[in-house]
């Protein structure tokens, strides 16, 4: 009487193991469940030479136990890749306006007839250019590659005031206003990147950094229009 019962308890312990590893498989894919389970820790590792020892409960509970880790690290994975994956479209979204950002003030630097003037625009090339660099770095460090595109809205833009200058001519005045309009759009790229609550660590600090001395840049310009 007592043989039918252990093997009954047998084939319990194996349908329960058996259905909780089908359960984790379903849940994490069978080619990444050794991964994952390796990820749980060296305790576990311990433990599994000593499973044999164990009840029927215990070893359903051990199982329970198992697939809620790794359902917990699965679950993480994909956080973690979608916290990536909008971190670096942030980024490239940012980076579509800093390229404006160096568009534009290059073009202040080909129309501009006061030398000081352009000196100061030279400056803003080259310090927009610095923005550009240090946040393609990010981004390949998040899997990108280099973003060198402007946004539709800059290029139509820029044609615009080409167009407005081949047929007024281009003054010092409205050289001032195109930059000015250029950092407000500027601002707020920055504005969005960092109330988007995607960018962290050293990137955001970044981002905070160059916002404001955009604001800064803002603050200038504003000043010499006040001059004209």
């Known amino acids: 009487m007592n043989q039918p019962q252990t093997n009954s308890a047998a084939g319990s312990d194996t349908n329960s193991n058996g ?25 576990l ?42 971190e670096a479209s942030t980024l490239r979204e940012l980076l579509y306006f800093v390229n404006d950002r160096i568009e534009g003030y290059q073009r202040a630097v080909d129309e501009s007839q006061d030398a000081q003037q352009r000196g100061y625009y030279k400056q803003l090339v080259s310090q927009s250019q610095r923005f550009a660099n240090q946040l393609n770095d990010h981004l390949r460090e998040l899997g990108g590659g280099r973003e060198t595109s402007t946004t539709l809205k800059g290029k139509l833009y ?60 803002y603050e200038e310009l504003k000043k010499r229009q006040a001059q004209q």
């Open 158 to 217: 820029r044609r615009w005031m080409d167009a407005k200058a081949a047929l007024t001519g281009a003054d010092e005045k409205a050289i001032l206003g195109a930059n000015i309009y250029g950092e407000e759009w500027a601002l707020k790229a920055y504005e969005d990147a960092l109330s988007s609550q995607t960018l962290t660590g050293s990137l955001r600090q970044d981002v905070e950094r160059q916002y404001a001395q955009s604001q800064k840049t």
């Open 19 to 43: 259905s909780l590893l089908d359960q984790a498989q379903q849940l994490i894919g069978k080619d990444n469940l050794g991964g994952l389970l390796n990820q749980l820790g060296p305790s």
């Open 45 to 86: 590792k311990k433990a599994g030479s000593s499973i044999g020892k164990l009840s029927t409960t215990q070893k359903v509970v051990g199982g329970a136990l198992i697939l809620i880790g790794a359902a917990v690290l699965t679950n993480r994975s994909k956080k973690g890749a979608s916290s990536e994956a909008d």
